[in-house]
């Protein structure tokens, strides 16, 4: 049986409801403006420019945002502006404290400026930074923040053709990607050599972490060493016990027992962490060996538990939270078109002269 069409007095069927393209129920910037009472273009402004508003409208707008928990799409804010608010800082490690001054400062030092860091791991190798360095460009951070200046050829020709601010930190050379905040590792070896040796240390060894950075330092360590005459004349090298990075206590303490096994008559010890010197001062303890007396021990880090142990540590402090800081200001000026001037920042180290050396 067929279907009658319908009576000219009888209403068409009404068409399908069209289904509404947005349905995640999230609130929009012109939502946001409707609840402070402002157009869209002010309620913008005040999340982007807030000082571009004033301080009424701000507030108004401040706490529509907190009554609606609008998050804005920085994505389509950076495609706009040609800024995405982000900074990267690709780091080895995490799981220790010798990074962790530098990040801070850094956070801290973006936010002030209205910028946000997001953290990579490499590890020590640098095994993964290659695919890290390519997810970070891709997503074209406002600057890139790096540990060390020992890159992949592919991963320098990267940085270097991205037009990315690019901050290397934590080492120097003469040939930077673009800017640097850093020092030494060739003098820090040296540097503490000469010391153990202006206070009497005659027969010193090294314990560090398997990674470039501390290859250089211990290898400066020990050619000073050799210099002044701090080895043992029978086998005229520097003993040194290379151990996994990060480095650990346990390391430390079982390092130790190895030098003493090569070398009994050693009378200093260089770690390339203060966590490896707490190990060796542990492990001499548990051997009744005298610190400084018999054994001088030397850490590096200035870790804020150095200046507490018994006895305190000697240590080579670096200035994190300088690093950090700098290495934002170059970001921030390059991002803002002022000019950086001195694009290569040496802060220099020093020993802090404690008990324990």
Not at 129 to 134: G, I, Q, T
Not at 145 to 170: D, F, K, N, Q, Y
Not at 299 to 305: C, I, M, R, S, V
């Amino acid at each position: 049986m067929s279907k009658l069409p319908p009576s000219p007095t009888e209403p068409a069927p009404a068409p399908p409801e069209r289904k509404s393209r947005r349905k995640s129920g999230g609130f929009t910037l012109s939502d946001v403006a409707k609840l402070a009472g402002v157009a869209p273009i002010t309620a913008s402004r005040a999340l982007n420019t807030p000082d571009a508003v004033s301080p009424a409208v701000l507030q108004r707008v401040r706490e529509a945002v907190a009554q609606t928990g609008y998050v804005p799409n920085m994505l389509a804010g950076g495609l706009a502006s040609r800024k995405s608010r982000l900074v990267a800082a690709v780091v080895p490690t995490i799981a220790g404290p010798v990074f962790q001054e530098t990040v801070q400062s850094l956070t801290e030092a973006l936010a002030q400026a209205g910028y946000q860091l997001m953290l990579g791991q490499t590890g020590y190798e640098n095994s993964r930074e290659d695919a890290l360095l390519e997810a970070i460009v891709g997503r074209r951070p406002d600057g890139i923040v790096l540990t060390g200046v020992m890159h992949s050829p592919e991963g320098r020709r990267r940085l270097l053709s991205a037009g990315i601010p690019v901050v290397e930190t934590w080492d120097l050379t003469p040939t930077p990607i673009d800017m640097l905040v850093g020092f030494s590792h060739e003098k820090i070896g040296t540097a503490v050599a000469e010391y153990l040796h202006r206070r009497g240390c005659r027969r010193v060894a090294a314990i560090q972490g398997i990674d470039e950075r501390g290859e250089r330092r211990s290898r400066s360590f020990s050619d000073t060493a050799i210099r002044l005459g701090m080895v043992d004349a029978r086998h005229g090298a520097v003993p040194v016990r290379r151990v996994a990075a990060p480095t650990t206590l346990g390391s430390g303490r079982s390092a130790l027992g190895e030098l003493l096994a090569q070398d009994p008559g050693i009378d200093a010890v260089f770690c390339s962490s203060d966590q490896l010197a707490l190990g060796v001062l542990i492990e001499a303890q548990a051997r009744g060996i005298k610190v400084p007396d018999e054994l001088a021990v030397i850490g590096l880090g200035d870790f804020n538990y150095a200046k507490d142990l018994h006895p305190s540590l000697t240590t080579v402090r670096i200035d994190g939270t300088a690093i950090g800081r700098i290495a934002a200001r170059f970001i921030i000026d390059r991002v803002e078109g002022r000019p950086v001037t001195e694009p290569v920042c040496d802060i220099g180290f020093s020993i802090v002269a404690r008990e324990s050396a």
